[in-house]
């Protein structure tokens, strides 16, 4: 039994901002957020939470595939940035699609979370289960402290999403590898919950609960390991990088995309890109990216596909697939 990708899909909120409307807001250019980072404007939600984002994404696929909310078994929604602490995203997707048969849940490992919430629902569709969602949805912005420019110029938000089915003879999931380095976590945090007790008072400072990040820590983490976990898929699935017909990497940075291809010795049109559009998404980058290359044409059924993801955990994963 295998996974199939029986449809793809994305939503992100209108309002565009662009490297030079942030020059309004701190010190930054254009010049230096591009050639650091290759973005050049990202989405930012105005009105709408993760779980509206979410919505979208679970209403389109399920109009796509001309099926009912009630034949869905399982939503698992990967974000960084929920609308609660509980109930979870999904579970807020679940109630308002009338999914009454799906149970519900989130995955938080950054923006690895679309890369592990895929693999997860490989083995859920090896079970008893036939249909499922697996949606990537962040709103990064509201984790963004906007004075910040070493962070706030790097993320966006937005939704991707897949409806994954059960599928005899088809070979779906061909390779899998999760990693988690939690001894690094320092790396990268986000929305640190002080303690508040009545007896407790917690000298954290208020600020971390916006991004912080040691660029540098995190650029030679993704930049070692990334490399080696695909690799590593490429060899399980017993295909070479050459088989590969398109790497679809977590849209971080494009100069670290450039480097991860070098290391792999790999031409870097095979890595499709959509980080000038749309910035770092986190745990929606992957799905937002899968989705967008299937409606250009760019991904065909029968490809052979490597999904990656990295970051926050610190995390990483990737995915070899037939698509
Ligand atoms: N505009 C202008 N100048 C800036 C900005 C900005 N937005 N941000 C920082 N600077 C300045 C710094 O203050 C520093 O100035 P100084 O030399 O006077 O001290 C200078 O630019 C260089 O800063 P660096 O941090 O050394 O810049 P670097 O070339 O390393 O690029 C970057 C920074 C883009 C963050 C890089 O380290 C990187 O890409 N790291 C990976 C981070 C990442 O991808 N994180 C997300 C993955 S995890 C997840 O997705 C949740």
Redesign the pocket.
């Known amino acids: 039994m295998g996974l199939r990708i029986q449809q793809t899909s994305y939503y992100v909120p209108p309002k565009i901002v662009t490297n030079d409307d942030?020059t309004q807001l701190?010190?930054?250019?254009d010049e230096?957020?591009t050639s650091?980072?290759g973005i050049k404007q990202r989405h930012l939600s105005e009105n709408e939470q993760t779980s509206d984002l979410a919505y979208q994404v679970a209403k389109q696929l399920l109009a796509q595939a001309n099926v009912e909310a009630k034949s869905v078994d399982f939503i698992i929604v990967a974000t960084?940035s929920p609308d609660y602490q509980t109930p979870s995203t999904a579970a807020l997707v679940q109630g308002r699609l009338g999914a009454s048969q799906a149970f519900a849940f989130d995955i938080s490992a950054?923006?690895s979370g679309f890369i592990y919430a895929l693999a997860l629902a490989d083995k859920l569709l090896q079970g008893s289960y036939q249909r499922g969602l697996v949606i990537g949805a962040e709103t990064l912005s509201k984790l963004i402290d906007w004075q910040a420019?070493?962070?706030?110029?790097?993320?966006g938000d937005g939704a991707g999403g897949v409806l994954v089915e059960a599928a005899p003879q088809v070979p779906g999931i061909v390779a899998e590898d999760l990693q988690t380095l939690g001894d690094q976590f320092q790396a990268?945090t986000a929305g640190y919950l002080p303690l508040n007790s009545a007896f407790t008072k917690d000298s954290t400072e208020a600020k971390q609960h916006y991004?912080q990040?040691d660029?540098?820590a995190?650029?030679r983490f993704?930049t070692h390991v990334v490399p080696d976990s695909v690799q590593k898929v490429v060899k399980q699935a017993q295909w070479s990088l050459a088989d590969v017909d398109h790497f679809l990497l977590?849209q971080?940075?494009g100069?670290?995309l450039k480097v991860i291809a070098q290391h792999l010795d790999q031409p870097l049109d095979k890595f499709l890109q959509n980080v000038a559009e749309f910035g770092?998404t986190?745990a929606a980058?992957v799905p937002i990216l899968l989705a967008q290359s299937v409606a250009q044409g760019l991904i065909t059924r029968q490809q052979k596909l490597v999904l990656s993801g990295?970051?926050?955990g610190l995390t990483a994963g990737s995915l070899a697939l037939i698509y």
């Open positions: 942030l701190m010190e930054t250019s230096w957020i650091r980072t960084m950054a923006c420019r070493s962070t706030a110029v790097l993320f990268l991004f990040m660029g540098h995190v650029y993704a977590h971080a940075n100069r670290m770092n986190s980058s990295f970051g926050g």
